[in-house]
């Protein structure tokens, strides 16, 4: 079973920082790809940015410049370092991995998602 959980979010004031972390945990033989999402209230949830095996990472064009995800020299970690924070930024931030994990002795790919950290930015 593969677990991912998810630390760093709070309340912070608009142009403060936050750092997210997520660390995967189970039977993983590998990890493709690590991103995180968020969630608005009454809005769908978004792609925020992905980091990839080799290290390319993309974002959503609303945080670029202000965020950088970045891997952990233990490569089962993501973590999600957010500046200049505006109240727009403010939803529940889900990490999410696809992941091959070993299943009755054998390989199996898909997708996992954190259990989701607040974090809201007041004006």
């Known amino acids: 079973q593969v677990q991912l959980v998810e630390s760093g979010g709070g309340l912070v004031q608009a142009g403060g920082s936050l750092r997210l972390s997520c660390a995967a945990s189970?039977?993983?033989?590998?990890?493709?790809?690590m991103g995180w999402y968020r969630q608005a209230p009454g809005k769908q949830r978004e792609l925020v940015a992905v980091i990839i095996t080799g290290g390319s990472t993309n974002y959503a064009d609303s945080v670029l410049g202000r965020f950088t995800i970045s891997r952990g020299n233990a490569k089962n970690t993501v973590y999600l370092q957010m500046n200049s924070l505006k109240p727009e930024d403010t939803a529940v931030y889900y990490c999410?991995?696809?992941?091959?994990?070993?299943?009755?002795?054998?390989?199996?790919?898909?997708?996992?998602w954190g259990q989701g950290t607040q974090v809201t930015v007041s004006s």
């Open positions: 999410n991995a696809n992941i091959i994990s070993r299943r009755n002795l054998l390989p199996f790919e898909d997708d996992y």
């Open positions: 189970g039977s993983i033989l590998s990890i493709n790809a």
